[in-house]
């Protein structure tokens, strides 16, 4: 079952042609049903409740929390609403519609979201004030950009719409497709000519001329320019006439005051609508140049065309004024420029309707929706991109030095791949025990298989970094030479990756020791505030786990070659910490296996343990500016904590000695650390004189690392 959210929106016309006739549609593409979930204001929910399931049987009615500002509560209705159904994907009209179900998404109560946008919603409530909050007006812009790059895909009303994306909120992907807003069934452009016998109420003779507004008054629709522009050709003669078929506004009263009997208003039932523009000779949609109308897509552009009107249109309304233009649909208005009207021969009031039939019904989008169908369905999660770029996709970067005894598995695993649109780059960083050969054996040929030998040992951010420098592919992958992808790991991140726009995806890691299942440890990205877990280093993530998009890793200047020790980390911090970074994680099953092998133990730890403290004092220092900017400085005695840890273990194992720990502790605690205070160093001495007992109590370093970075 897929699910078509609505929050907030309340029955109308524009409700009937652009929800239910869209549900209806799409449960004639597919066998999967798709069901309407609507939520509806209280105040006059059972009149609503009716309404919708008139058009929509059985559809899911809900009453909303009120007041504006409260939207999020509405979250459990939906997560109910998604416990009990179990849909494989939601179809959400608008940002807070897209926001509630994301919610259910992230707690895996459906796979997949599609956030269909009507609007440039951030845009039209600055420009426009829909509500009298700065504070919700704030957070509904800053929702839009979320959603937009959380989304699993997307739909726009115009091509403009997705400019803006890209303009305002970085969007760099191509999963979303562009469907305008289509007509209505009852008012489907067909050959029979129905009356309305406007013309008769209104006392006006057939060969008058006659403008027609239809629609709303509220503020993007411009009355004012509609009223200056229609004045002087009201004027011009007295068989020139102005229709409106809309409520009430002062514009409108002042025109009827100025040319009795040349203008008319009045309110007419949906199914009505049509009758009536066919009597009419000239569509008028005049916006003012703002973003809200610049992205548009209204619905009455097809209600013209579909009664054979050609329109006159402004400069800038979303993607119809160059199609005007290009077609020959109407009049364009530019700036200082007259009105322009002859009355539409039959030809050209056929020519109308079948632009209408060809453009904007349903039916002239099926394939579309079916694409959008096909994506949330259960079992279908690659995105078709049709731009024949898809040969190669992921880079898979491999630091190795003197892995042999496991690189050949690394290879097979990757050889092993489900989804074949990879490479494998392997930068042997001087290696002496013949890895190479191993490579080429295991690869048996394979091109996609590439190997860079070093002449001199570099380390293993210079090695990936040179990956990131060569790799061909849109995406990357970090796997290290003893590790393992499972067989639809690049399957998988693909689904999610391809085209979404995000800059890193972060997947599940298992732990293992021979072969993947047998220890059970699972490093799972659940976090919700990942950038202070970082800095206190209750790490979400390792180095395996993202898929990048390989121009974001380029652009942010891949790993900080500094690093001996706590390169992932830094990487990751420094990620998080660029604006307008856009990721998502997913923590479910695991999709690469981290190898504990007794060989990586070293005879002589001290080495290591000096690149763990010198790198952990260098993490600190680069990131205490930014941490403190943010509240946030304190957490970062985690790292030292963390690698304190490590050196008093070692000591008590036998494998280092007291002279050590103190000079090691020297380095974490010396000149560079001179802003930790008093209570916090005795925390350090009290973890040493804890740690060297021979018993432990549970949960005792627990607390003594929470007291250092509260």
Known sequence: MILYLTYNDQPSGVYWSQVTDVVSHLNTLSDERVRLVALVSMRGYSRSFRSIRAHAPGAVVLPMVPRARNWRINRYWVLLVCLLMRPSGVICRGIFATALALHARDRELVRKVCFDARAAYGAEWEEFRVVDDDRLIAECAALEGEVLHQADVRLAVSHALVDHWHDRFGYKGYRHLVIPCTLSRSLEPDDRMSEAHIRGTCGWGQGDTVLVYSGTVVGWQSLELLRDTVEPWLAGAPDRRMLFLSEDHPCIADLRQRHPGQVARMWLEHQQVRAALLECDLGLLLRDPCVTNRVASPTKFAEYLSAGLPVLISEEVGDL????????????????????????????????????????????HKASYRTIMHHLLPGQSEWVSGDGADVLLVSIIVPSFNKRTYIGAMVASVLAQTDPRWELLVIDDASTDGSPEVIADAAQGDPRVRVQVLEHNSGANVCRNLGIGSARGRYVIFLDADDLLAPDCVARRLAVMNGSGLDLAVFTMEVFHEKPGDHGQRWVPDSSEPLADFFRHKLPWQTMQPIWDRDFLRRIGGFDVAFSRHQDVELHTRTLLQKDVRYRLFPGEP????????????????????????????????????????????????????????????????????????????????????????????????????????????????????????
């Not at 304190?644 to 050590?660: C, F, H, P, S, V």
Request: aromatic share 10%.
């Open 321 to 364: 004024t160059k199609l005007v233009e290009k077609e020959d649909l109407g009049q364009v208005l530019r700036r200082d420029e007259a009105l322009r009207v002859d009355k539409p021969d039959e030809a050209m009031r056929v020519r109308m309707r079948t632009v209408a039939r060809e453009r904007f019904t349903k039916q002239a």
């Open 591 to 710: 999709d690469c296996h981290y190898r504990i092998a007794e060989e990586r133990k070293v005879i002589d730890p001290y080495p290591l343990l000096r690149r763990f403290s010198e790198s952990a004092v260098l993490y600190r220092n680069k990131f205490l500016a930014a941490a403190q900017q943010r509240g946030m400085g304190g957490l970062l005695l985690g790292i030292l904590h963390r690698t304190y840890l490590q050196i008093l273990l070692n000591a008590k194992m036998g494998r280092i000695d007291e002279a050590t720990v103190d000079e090691l502790g020297a380095v974490l605690l010396g000149s560079d650390a001179s802003d930790i205070g008093p209570f916090k160093r005795w925390l350090f001495r009290f973890t040493r004189w804890y740690n060297s007992l021979p018993f432990r109590v549970p949960g005792v370093n627990w607390a003594v690392s929470r007291l250092l970075t509260a």
